[in-house]
Nanobody
Framework: QVQLVESGGGLVQVGGSLRLSCAASGTFFSFNTMGWYRQAPGKQRELVAQ???????TYADSVKGRFSISRDNTKNTVYLQMVSLKPEDTGVYYC??????????WGQGTQVTVSS
């Protein structure tokens, strides 16, 4: 049974930093593409960043240069380092696991609130 557990969200002031973590279990972690998505109130869930099993990264234009996704296959964990946070970064951040051609799983989400 594949499970994802996010952590690291919280309340931060504009310009601050946070690091989100997503720990996976029940899967050969290194085989998966991992992504971070977010959903702001009243808006659709959107891709923030993604990292493939080979380490190729993709970022939403709105976070390029401020956010960095990385993975530690020895810890079955993907990270999202966020700096220079803005109020528009506020939302619930979800971790997503993709086993290409097989299955996808979502974490439960972690709240990030950027206060001005």
């Amino acid at each position: 049974q594949v499970q994802l557990v996010e952590s690291g969200g919280g309340l931060v002031q504009v310009g601050g930093s946070l690091r989100l973590s997503c720990a996976a279990s029940g899967t050969f972690f290194s085989f998966n593409t991992m992504g971070w998505y977010r959903q702001a109130p009243g808006k659709q869930r959107e891709l923030v960043a993604q990292i493939t099993n080979s380490g190729t990264t993709t970022y939403a234009d709105s976070v390029k240069g401020r956010f960095s996704i990385s993975r530690d296959n020895t810890k079955n964990t993907v990270y999202l380092q966020m700096v220079s946070l803005k109020p528009e970064d506020t939302g619930v951040y979800y971790c997503k696991l993709i086993r290409p051609g097989q299955y996808e799983r979502w974490g439960q989400g972690t709240q990030v609130t950027v206060s001005s």
